[in-house]
């Protein structure tokens, strides 16, 4: 069974940081794209960013609102996604997801997601 | 960056009766291989997204016939033949056309009349 666990949200002050980690199992994570997704008060859902697989060079991309603030990246011998969330905005809060992705036509885009954690910038 | 707009954004139905959500995109979702790659999400209060519909008509697994996607190029529509209490959530389309970013749409919140 295919399970993603997010941990490391909390309470943090405009301008501070913060990482958030993804923990997979019960398939084979360095083979997956892996995406983070936010869920705002205001926005619905938005696409964060992503990261793909060794094999394509662990190429990130990340939506406008966060590039040069948030940073994914991946340790395939541990199963984990982080996103390392700097200079901290009040617009970043939310709760956020990690999920699998891959090229369009590929099963797994957005199939499986983590139960979330929730970050407030306050 | 592709826009995708929904209507309605509130959607109260009765038990039993259909329900449709409009899917409009800014540009064709139509992919170099000629497959359309807009999806549904269904979300439920306190879970996490689901995904329902993927290439604008396929079902996911354990999604239930009642619901079923339709459309092509700009214009998409996830339709529920018979609305059931536990379809109470906030559906949103996405498109994985245009990538990256994955593009949501805003929302469409279903609620029972």
């Known amino acids: 069974e295919v399970q993603l666990v997010e941990s490391g949200g909390g309470l943090v002050k405009p301008g501070g940081s913060l990482r958030l980690s993804c923990a997979a199992s019960g398939f084979t994570f360095s083979n997956a794209w892996m995406s983070w997704v936010r869920q705002t008060s205001g926005k619905g859902l938005e696409w964060v960013g992503r990261?793909?697989?060794?094999?394509?060079?662990?190429?990130?991309d990340y939506a406008a609102p966060v590039k040069g603030r948030f940073v994914i990246s991946r340790d395939d011998s541990k199963n984990t996604l982080y996103l390392q969330m700097n200079s901290l905005k009040i617009e970043d809060t939310g709760l956020y997801y990690c999920a699998t992705d891959g090229n369009p036509w590929a099963g797994e885009v957005l199939y499986y997601w983590g139960q979330g954690t929730l970050v407030t910038v306050s | 960056d592709v826009v995708l707009t929904q209507s309605p954004l509130s959607l109260p139905v009765i038990l039993g009766q259909p329900a449709s959500i409009s899917c409009r995109s800014s540009q064709s979702l139509v992919y170099s291989d000629g497959n359309t790659y807009l999806n549904w999400f269904q979300q439920r209060p306190g879970q996490s997204p689901r995904r329902l519909i993927y290439k604008v008509f396929n079902r996911d697994s354990g999604v239930p016939d009642r619901f079923s996607g339709s459309g092509s190029g700009t214009d998409f529509t996830l339709k529920i033949s018979r609305v059931e209490a536990e379809d109470v959530a906030i559906y949103y389309c996405k498109e994985g056309t245009h990538w990256p970013p994955h593009i949501f749409g805003q929302g469409t919140k279903l609620e029972i009349k």
């Open positions: 990261i793909k697989t060794k094999i394509d060079g662990w190429a990130t």
